[in-house]
């Protein structure tokens, strides 16, 4: 019998060295020069060499646009509202979307496959048609001006297009389901019995949920919260169709300046200070979850 129990645990673990010692350096090599081929390459030479981008007629040093998007003052505040308009989107995901995972984590029971459905259906959709039907709710004579019109709270029809509320609206549609995914998986490792346990001790439903629950599922809103503030940092499908340009981030200015100006270099110069942006927020997550680490 102690023969059995022992040999039952090393098969696998057998199995799974075996995997492991199976994988061949080939494998490794040819994943590593897909990544600096079409990831690593294409930065390096955006970062170092951009004049083959330029026009003969006029060309300028790379410190040239640089300098242009951190000193003037036009290019500063389009720089700040690409980060405001991220952060709030992806603040508004976080209270939109924690719910919804709680909701989905604890109380669905059986209906938790439906409401999984029902945030996945979304995104198999492309999100220039779903864009599309927030601008047929946001019509002068849309499905919004209609209702509030027929409920005497509108004398007239209003635009809410071309405008910031109908550009975050858009966006929190779209990327939301990220947020809950995301809590949500976290949510999922809390073992119940811990917040029985709180409840046992004397805590009410919202000191459990405040100083154990939301505690525990910070990582869940931590991954989250990178996620949607990447995607929206590099969003301007959404703003070109809700916000009619009226709203310029770094995302819509590059896209301009590929297809109006074709001012090649300072598109590039653009795209870098994005991805710095993107990098800054990477690693302050990290941070955060290193000093988390040495705490615990």
């Given at each position: 019998?102690?023969?059995?129990?022992?040999?039952?645990?090393?098969?696998?673990?057998?199995?799974?060295?075996?995997?492991?010692g199976a994988?061949?350096?080939?494998?490794?090599l040819?994943?590593?020069?897909f990544l600096?081929?079409?990831f690593v390459a294409?930065?390096?030479?955006n970062?170092?060499?951009?004049?083959n981008l330029?026009?003969?007629a006029?060309?300028n040093?790379?410190s040239f646009y640089?300098k242009?998007?951190?000193?003037?003052?036009?290019?500063l505040?389009?720089v700040g509202?690409?980060?405001?308009?991220?952060?709030?989107v992806?603040?508004?995901?976080?209270?939109v979307?924690?719910?919804?995972?709680?909701?989905?984590?604890?109380?669905a029971?059986?209906w938790s496959g439906?409401?999984i459905f029902?945030l996945?259906?979304?995104?198999?959709?492309?999100?220039?048609?779903r864009?599309?039907?927030w601008r047929?709710?946001?019509a002068r004579?849309?499905?919004?001006?209609?209702?509030?019109?027929s409920?005497?709270?509108l004398e007239?029809?209003?635009?809410?297009?071309?405008?910031p509320?109908s550009?975050?609206?858009?966006?929190?549609?779209?990327?939301?389901p990220?947020m809950?995914?995301?809590?949500?998986?976290?949510l999922r490792s809390i073992?119940p019995?811990?917040e029985e346990s709180a409840?046992i001790l004397?805590?009410n439903?919202?000191?459990t949920?405040l100083?154990v629950t939301?505690?525990l599922s910070?990582d869940?809103?931590g991954?989250?919260?990178?996620?949607v503030?990447?995607l929206?940092n590099?969003?301007?499908v959404?703003?070109?169709?809700?916000g009619?340009?009226e709203?310029?981030?770094l995302p819509?200015?590059i896209?301009?300046q590929f297809?109006?100006?074709r001012d090649f270099?300072?598109?590039?110069?653009?795209?870098?200070v994005?991805?710095?942006i993107?990098?800054?927020?990477?690693?302050l997550?990290l941070r955060?979850i290193?000093r988390k680490?040495v705490k615990?």
């Amino acid at each position: 019998m102690s023969n059995t129990t022992s040999a039952t645990p090393s098969a696998p673990l057998r199995r799974t060295r075996g995997f492991a010692g199976a994988v061949s350096p080939w494998w490794i090599l040819l994943a590593g020069a897909f990544l600096v081929f079409f990831f690593v390459a294409p930065i390096a030479n955006n970062l170092l060499n951009t004049d083959n981008l330029a026009t003969l007629a006029e060309r300028n040093p790379p410190s040239f646009y640089y300098k242009k998007l951190l000193t003037d003052a036009y290019y500063l505040k389009i720089v700040g509202v690409t980060v405001a308009l991220s952060v709030g989107v992806t603040l508004i995901c976080v209270l939109v979307g924690y719910p919804v995972a709680l909701y989905l984590v604890r109380y669905a029971g059986r209906w938790s496959g439906l409401v999984i459905f029902l945030l996945i259906a979304p995104l198999l959709t492309s999100i220039i048609m779903r864009t599309f039907g927030w601008r047929v709710i946001f019509a002068r004579r849309g499905i919004l001006n209609d209702f509030l019109l027929s409920i005497d709270m509108l004398e007239r029809p209003i635009m809410f297009l071309n405008g910031p509320g109908s550009v975050v609206v858009g966006l929190v549609h779209v990327l939301v389901p990220f947020m809950v995914l995301s809590i949500a998986s976290v949510l999922r490792s809390i073992d119940p019995q811990i917040e029985e346990s709180a409840r046992i001790l004397g805590a009410n439903r919202f000191q459990t949920f405040l100083r154990v629950t939301f505690p525990l599922s910070l990582d869940g809103i931590g991954t989250g919260f990178i996620i949607v503030f990447l995607l929206a940092n590099g969003s301007f499908v959404t703003l070109l169709l809700l916000g009619g340009g009226e709203l310029r981030t770094l995302p819509l200015l590059i896209y301009q300046q590929f297809t109006i100006s074709r001012d090649f270099q300072f598109a590039a110069a653009m795209s870098n200070v994005l991805l710095a942006i993107a990098v800054g927020c990477l690693y302050l997550q990290l941070r955060l979850i290193r000093r988390k680490g040495v705490k615990g």
